[in-house]
């Protein structure tokens, strides 16, 4: 897989501020692949999402974008580069209508999906284009979250918790849209704490423990691995 | 004619319109330290010397380059708004990291910096201003007089301020903007290029406060002095309407300018402090502003 992987990420530190958060991560993900990062609270899932967008304070180590060291960039100009991110907590934006915050982020490459098409995907959105931002349901703002950074023409993907805190049918939803944004040749790197909901969309599975990645499951192979995932993941 | 509570309509007209004139300049200060605010998360001191330095502006094109009221409208807030992009990228922009209170110290050292020298090269007894030609005169309303150029000023500040919260509030442009004041590492993050709004921000603030020093300069003289007088005030204006609301900085900058004129008709002792005491009580009621959101 190393020949084709899309990032590449080896030996990735972490800083907030005086607090060593990411101890040399180390994962792949090729194109159009699934991938989760699944650990316990506090393992340094987002913060490793955050460390490849260039989002943290100060990061080290490699961490290689379709053939571009990106680690000296800022996540601006990461972001230029085709990757885009659906933060924890959704980042919508109160000060901004739903139409506005679908628009926000600019296309850095062709192929994004138009407002139509998102609209199609995304029904609820249209009938709400002119309401505030935050005042959808938790549910509408996660699909908010999802379909602005599909709009921008990014392949890669990063979703942080796409399923916290949400109804089950709307969690379904959204693992229905994951799966046809797999079918499009988008790549994605989710960070779950729902096991079940990570199985039901992913190809590998990525264990962070203690800002490092310490095993990696197959989905295929996680009936047979679920007594050991049980145990990293503390449920 | 009319009498309310034995004022002559003369004097209550005359002094509604003083007042509106001064908020109109309340209005044009309070927006741009408000987007400036919004943005940069700065308290910009700096306001007050940057007014003045347009009105100086203005009449340096007059005097010394023969350059009339009209292009100085343009040109001197130009002036301004470029000294504030430089200040913001050689200082500023190296105390975004810092609380607050970093940035307050820069600006207001910059205010005295920027006023000394002012002070020294033209003192502090004012340099007159003609009202330009076309502007001259006035227009006789019946219940009172009105001269033009002030007329003026009330519609020009009207317009700048509709303008700027027209793009605020209704352009792509503006969505940035409002996106990066509440999260401008997502912004940034999305390939936005945040740091390039943070400074055409404070461009655009610092502008404004040399438009409004341009308004200035025909009405009162020009006057080193003339926007620490003013500033004062208008962060009374700005802790009002609350920190970063545009469309607060705007309605009570009119508003407050109006209050304090009908103040000067009821009770004309009490004209100078009454905008301290409305900030006192709406900082007693309501900490966060007539128009503010809850931090």
């Given at each position: 897989?190393?020949?084709?992987?899309?990032?590449?990420?080896?030996?990735?530190?972490?800083w907030?501020?005086?607090s060593?958060?990411?101890?040399?991560?180390?994962?792949?993900?090729?194109?159009?692949?699934?991938?989760?990062?699944l650990?316990?609270?506090?393992?340094?899932k987002?913060?490793?999402?955050?460390?490849?967008?260039?989002?943290?304070?100060?990061?080290?180590?490699?961490?290689?974008?379709?053939?571009?060291?990106?680690?000296?960039?800022?996540?601006?100009?990461?972001?230029?580069?085709?990757?885009?991110?659906?933060?924890?907590?959704?980042?919508?934006f109160?000060?901004?209508?739903?139409?506005?915050?679908?628009?926000?982020?600019?296309?850095i490459?062709?192929?994004?999906?138009?407002?139509?098409?998102?609209?199609?995907?995304?029904?609820?959105?249209?009938?709400?284009?002119r309401?505030?931002?935050?005042?959808?349901?938790?549910?509408?703002?996660?699909?908010?979250?999802?379909?602005?950074?599909l709009?921008?023409?990014?392949?890669?993907?990063?979703?942080?918790?796409?399923?916290?805190g949400?109804?089950?049918?709307?969690?379904?939803?959204?693992?229905?849209?994951?799966?046809?944004?797999?079918?499009?040749?988008?790549?994605?790197?989710?960070?779950?704490?729902?096991?079940r909901?990570?199985?039901?969309?992913?190809?590998?599975?990525?264990?962070?423990?203690?800002?490092?990645?310490?095993?990696?499951?197959a989905?295929?192979?996680?009936?047979?691995?679920t007594?050991?995932?049980?145990?990293?993941?503390?449920? | 004619?009319?009498?309310?509570?034995?004022?002559?309509?003369q004097?209550?007209?005359?002094q509604l319109?003083?007042?509106?004139?001064?908020?109109?300049?309340?209005?044009?200060?309070?927006?741009?330290?408000?987007?400036i605010?919004?943005?940069?998360?700065?308290i910009?001191?700096?306001?007050?010397?940057?007014?003045?330095?347009?009105?100086?502006?203005?009449?340096?094109?007059l005097?010394?380059?023969?350059?009339?009221?009209?292009?100085?409208?343009?040109?001197?807030?130009?002036?301004?708004?470029?000294?504030?992009?430089?200040?913001?990228?050689?200082?500023?922009?190296?105390?975004?990291?810092l609380?607050?209170?970093?940035?307050?110290?820069?600006?207001?050292?910059?205010?005295?910096?920027i006023?000394?020298?002012?002070?020294?090269?033209?003192?502090?007894?004012?340099?007159?201003?003609?009202?330009?030609?076309?502007?001259?005169?006035?227009?006789?309303?019946?219940?009172?007089?009105?001269?033009?150029?002030?007329?003026?000023?009330?519609?020009?500040?009207?317009?700048?301020?509709?303008?700027?919260?027209?793009?605020?509030?209704?352009?792509?442009?503006?969505?940035?903007?409002?996106?990066?004041?509440?999260?401008?590492?997502?912004?940034n993050?999305?390939?936005?290029?945040?740091?390039?709004?943070?400074v055409?921000?404070?461009?655009f603030?610092?502008?404004?406060?040399?438009?409004?020093?341009?308004?200035?300069?025909?009405?009162?003289?020009?006057?080193?002095?003339?926007?620490?007088?003013?500033?004062?005030?208008?962060?009374?204006?700005?802790?009002?309407?609350?920190?970063?609301?545009i469309?607060?900085?705007?309605?009570?900058?009119?508003?407050?300018?109006?209050?304090?004129?009908?103040?000067?008709?009821?009770y004309?002792?009490?004209?100078?402090?009454?905008?301290?005491?409305?900030?006192?009580?709406?900082?007693?009621?309501?900490?966060?502003?007539l128009?503010?959101?809850?931090?």
């Open positions: 897989m190393s020949d084709g992987a899309l990032l590449r990420v080896e030996g990735l530190q972490g907030y501020g005086e060593h958060v990411l101890h040399g991560i180390d994962f792949e993900v090729a194109r159009g692949e699934v991938v989760t990062l650990g316990r609270n506090g393992a340094g987002t913060s490793t999402l955050l460390g490849i967008m260039g989002m943290l304070p100060r990061r080290e180590g490699s961490v290689v974008f379709d053939g571009t060291e990106t680690i000296a960039m800022n996540s601006r100009r990461i972001a230029r580069h085709g990757i885009a991110i659906c933060p924890e907590e959704r980042g919508i109160a000060s901004l209508n739903v139409e506005e915050n679908l628009m926000l982020p600019p296309r490459a062709g192929g994004g999906l138009d407002l139509d098409r998102i609209y199609e995907l995304f029904p609820n959105l249209k009938e709400r284009r309401s505030q931002g935050t005042k959808l349901s938790g549910g509408e703002q996660q699909m908010l979250a999802i379909a602005r950074i709009r921008t023409g990014a392949k890669f993907l990063l979703l942080d918790e796409p399923t916290e949400l109804a089950p049918v709307i969690v379904k939803h959204i693992g229905g849209t994951i799966a046809k944004l797999k079918t499009e040749g988008f790549t994605i790197v989710l960070v779950e704490q729902n096991f909901f990570a199985a039901s969309v992913a190809d590998r599975h990525y264990i962070v423990q203690e800002g490092q990645v310490v095993d990696m499951i989905n295929a192979d996680i009936d047979a691995n007594e050991k995932l049980h145990g990293y993941l503390g449920v | 004619m009319f009498e309310l509570l034995g004022i002559p309509p004097v209550l007209m005359g319109l003083l007042g509106l004139i001064n908020g109109s300049f309340y209005a044009v200060l309070s927006l741009g330290l408000a987007v605010f919004g943005l940069l998360n700065v910009n001191f700096a306001h007050g010397a940057l007014y003045m330095a347009g009105a100086f502006v203005a009449w340096m094109l005097n010394y380059l023969g350059v009339g009221y009209w292009p100085a409208l343009i040109l001197a807030p130009l002036a301004v708004g470029i000294f504030g992009i430089v200040l913001e990228r050689t200082m500023l922009s190296r105390l975004y990291h609380d607050h209170l970093y940035g307050l110290l820069l600006t207001f050292g910059l205010a005295l910096i006023q000394g020298l002012f002070r020294n090269y033209y003192g502090i007894s004012g340099l007159p201003y003609r009202i330009p030609s076309a502007l001259a005169g006035g227009h006789n309303l019946g219940f009172m007089f009105l001269p033009n150029y002030r007329a003026w000023v009330i519609v020009a500040s009207i317009i700048v301020c509709f303008g700027t919260w027209f793009m605020i509030e209704k352009t792509r442009l503006g969505a940035y903007l409002r996106a990066a004041t509440e999260n401008s590492a997502l912004v993050a999305f390939g936005v290029n945040v740091p390039l709004l943070l055409l921000t404070y461009g603030g610092t502008a404004l406060a040399g438009f409004a020093g341009v308004l200035a300069a025909p009405i009162y003289s020009v006057n080193p002095n003339m926007g620490a007088d003013l500033i004062i005030i208008v962060f009374a204006v700005v802790v009002i309407g609350g920190m970063g609301s469309m607060g900085a705007i309605v009570t900058g009119y508003m407050l300018g109006i209050i304090e004129g009908l103040t000067r008709v009821f004309p002792e009490g004209s100078s402090v009454v905008i301290f005491v409305i900030m006192a009580i709406v900082l007693l009621i309501k900490p966060e502003g128009f503010g959101r809850a931090a």
